[in-house]
């Protein structure tokens, strides 16, 4: 009774657990449109033998959950919000083609269409994808003039799988891509990007492939290529290309890695890549589908990760990019602990002594031995590779 007591309980802030500081949290209604359908999980398909069929994964229900948390939740009162709006077609420029873009208009115009694998255009899509898009430049834009260090773009449909001319993985427009053009375009000398979605940040790491500017780090499941809207692997040797070699690292990390093996290497191998880079602005990619519970994952996250993760987050953004950090939302399919999840995350980045919000669902046993092996070995890899990471 007393553990299942404590499960259930919310701790009220105490005096010694809130903080003065807010998190300005970036976002719009008229995202929950994106209607994905129902079938067999992610495939719209109804096989015809089975009486219940499921919500797509990416479904409206996971972000009116993150929403309603950060508003009732106790977390709540370090929260400000702020109205999202639609990008305009220019600036999806930045990142994407001219033909891309064009290609998606006229699927919407026609009423939509399936764009590629579990990825739907449906009626009401494209004016989602828009909001997200604009939204995440919102939410940089208010870092840039100035305004507040700590910004979150809480958007779907997600974006880091979209490429500058292909659509993949549920996502259409690279929202966090976007922004990061905004920052460097704004004055901004480097961006440093890291993704702990559970899945490979391809299409971030495929707009920014040459350019040294922009560090992309993904952690991420050792999923591989999944088909011809996702031909990058994610794997080491995926390192850039011209002078953007040795700027995109992966971590594919090996499945059931958990909280202690990727704090090890947000800490032994992010944080150090991070130190020698030297950015300016901080991007921190985020899908609470790395949890131990999702269905599109396999790397058991559980609340403390989450939150270790944020934290980590927040001293590398105060040690090298003067407190600056956007935060973008990706994936996170489970309905109720990714809500979860976000809260613990956002408490990590904000500092907060002690937890707020008791895990509903975890423990979760891990072992890190694997991990932190694996973690061992990619970082030597990296630094045989990378000029820059050996650089004094
Ligand atoms: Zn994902």
Request: glycine letters at 10%.
């Amino acid at each position: 009774m007393e553990a299942a007591a404590e499960l259930r309980n919310l701790h009220p802030p105490s005096s010694s657990s809130t903080s003065t500081e807010v998190i300005h949290v970036f976002w719009h209604e008229g995202m929950l449109k994106h209607y994905t359908g129902n079938g067999v999980f992610d495939s719209g398909m109804d096989p015809g033998f089975l009486d219940v069929l499921e919500k797509h994964p990416e479904n409206s229900d996971r972000i009116r959950n993150m929403v309603s948390i950060l508003k009732r939740g106790p977390i709540s009162p370090m929260i400000s919000w702020h109205t999202g709006r639609p990008a305009l077609i220019p600036e999806l420029l930045s990142f994407h083609t001219q033909e891309y873009i064009n290609e998606l208009v006229e699927a919407d115009r026609k009423g939509g269409k399936p764009i590629c694998a579990g990825t739907f255009l449906n009626p009401g899509s494209w004016d989602s994808a828009l909001l997200a898009a604009g939204t995440t430049l919102s939410a940089m834009k208010y870092i840039i003039d100035g305004h507040g260090n700590l910004s979150y773009a809480l958007v779907r449909p997600p974006g880091h799988h979209a490429q500058p001319n292909q659509a993949d993985g549920y996502c259409f427009l690279n929202n966090a891509g976007l922004a990061v053009h905004l920052a460097l375009s704004s004055g901004y000398k480097k961006v440093a990007v890291i993704d702990i979605d559970v899945h490979y940040g391809n299409g971030t790491a495929e707009g920014f492939y040459g350019s040294d500017k922009v560090l992309t780090i993904s952690l991420h499941m050792n999923h591989g290529s999944w088909g011809p809207s996702h031909p990058q692997n994610g794997t080491v040797d995926e390192l850039g290309k011209e002078k953007g070699f040795g700027y995109n690292l992966n971590v594919p990390l090996p499945n059931g890695t958990g909280d202690k093996g990727y704090d090890y290497a947000m800490r032994n191998l992010v944080a150090p890549a991070i130190k020698k880079f030297e950015p300016d602005m901080m991007v921190l990619v985020v899908g609470q589908d790395s949890s131990a519970f999702d269905p599109n994952g396999r790397q058991c996250l559980t609340m403390d990760g989450y939150r270790n993760i944020g934290q980590t987050a927040r001293g590398l953004a105060n040690k090298h990019t003067g407190g600056r950090l956007l935060i973008v939302q990706e994936g996170g399919y489970h309905v109720t602990y990714s809500a979860y999840c976000l809260h613990a995350l956002l408490e990590g980045v904000l500092k907060v002594p002690v937890s707020l919000l008791a895990d509903p669902i975890a423990y979760y046993p891990e072992d890190e031995t694997f991990s932190v092996k694996v973690v061992e070995s990619i970082k030597g890899y990296h630094l045989n590779c990378v000029p820059f990471l050996r650089e004094a």
